[in-house]
C-alpha cells in the first residue's frame, strides 16, 4: 500500500526561527510531490510541487528538496513568522492504473511563538 | 466564483438524521474530489469525479455515504442516518487535470457536528 509518513508530527518554534519538515513516501511509480499548507479552519493550499528530476525548490521562505532514490522530501522554513503556523501536509502522486489520486501525509502541525 | 465553495460551514444534526453536504467547484475544474479530516487527523480520500466517467467511490467508508455531481458543477455529498464518528471536517477540492502535475484547489470545508 502507498504510504506517505511526515516528522515530526508537530513543532513548536520562536519567530524567527528556521525548521525542516520531513516527508519519506512509499509510492512507486513517482510522479510528483506537493507541499501544502493548511491553515486552521481553512482547506491546504499548495506551496510547491516537485517532480521526479528535481532536486531543490524556493518559493520565498520555503524551500523544498527531493532525494527520489531514498523517497525523501523536506521543507525547510527559513526565519518563521507567526502566519506559518499551521499544518503543512505532504502528497505524492502515483499515476499507475491511470488513477491520480494522490496519497496524503498526516501532516506537521507547526506553531511559531513570539 | 474565484475558489471552491462549500456549503453549509458548519453543521450540527442529530444522529440517525441524514445531512448533505455541497460543494462549488471552480468554473471548468473537471476533476473534483471528497475528504473527511477528523480532528488533528490527516486527509482521508472519500470520492473522485473526473468529468463524465464513473466516480471512484473505493474511499467511501460505509453505504451510508454517497455523492452526486452533474456534469462539471455543483456536487452533494450525503451521509444518511449519521453517527458520531461522522462528526469531522468534509472538505472539496477541484482541479483542471494537467496531467499527473494537477493542483487541488479546496475550499474551507464543512464542519459537521454529529451529536
Known amino acids: 500500500k502507498n504510504q506517505v509518513e511526515q516528522s515530526p508530527q508537530s513543532l513548536i518554534i520562536l519567530e524567527g526561527k528556521n525548521c525542516t519538515l520531513q516527508c519519506n513516501y512509499t509510492v512507486s511509480p513517482f510522479s510528483n510531490l506537493r507541499w501544502y499548507k493548511q491553515d486552521t479552519g481553512r482547506g491546504p493550499v499548495s506551496l510547491t510541487i516537485?517532480?521526479?528530476?528535481?532536486n531543490t525548490k524556493s518559493n520565498g521562505r520555503y524551500t523544498a528538496t527531493l532525494d527520489a532514490d531514498t523517497k525523501q522530501s523536506s521543507l525547510h522554513i527559513t526565519a518563521s513568522q507567526l502566519s506559518d503556523s499551521a499544518s503543512y501536509i505532504c502528497?505524492?502522486?502515483?499515476?499507475?492504473?491511470?488513477?491520480?489520486?494522490?496519497?496524503f501525509g498526516r501532516g506537521t502541525s507547526l506553531i511559531v511563538h513570539p | 466564483g474565484a475558489g471552491v465553495s462549500q456549503s453549509p460551514s458548519n453543521k450540527v444534526t442529530e444522529k440517525g438524521k441524514d445531512v448533505e453536504l455541497r460543494c462549488d467547484p471552480i468554473?471548468?475544474?473537471?476533476?473534483l474530489y471528497w475528504y473527511r479530516q477528523r480532528l488533528g487527523q490527516g486527509l482521508e480520500f472519500l470520492i473522485y469525479?473526473?468529468?463524465?466517467?464513473?466516480?471512484?467511490k473505493s474511499g467511501l467508508p460505509s453505504d451510508r455515504f454517497s455523492a452526486e455531481r452533474t456534469g462539471e458543477s455543483v456536487s452533494t455529498l450525503t451521509i444518511q442516518r449519521t453517527q458520531q464518528e461522522d462528526s469531522a471536517v468534509y472538505l472539496c477540492?477541484?482541479?483542471?487535470?494537467?496531467?499527473?502535475?494537477?493542483?487541488?484547489?479546496f475550499g474551507s470545508g464543512t464542519q459537521l457536528s454529529v451529536l
Open positions: 469525479f473526473q468529468g463524465n466517467s464513473a466516480p471512484d
Open positions: 468554473s471548468g475544474h473537471t476533476a
Open positions: 516537485m517532480t521526479f528530476s528535481e
Open positions: 477540492a477541484s482541479s483542471f487535470l494537467q496531467g499527473a502535475n494537477e493542483k487541488l484547489f
Open positions: 502528497v505524492v502522486r502515483d499515476p499507475s492504473g491511470g488513477s491520480y489520486i494522490p496519497t
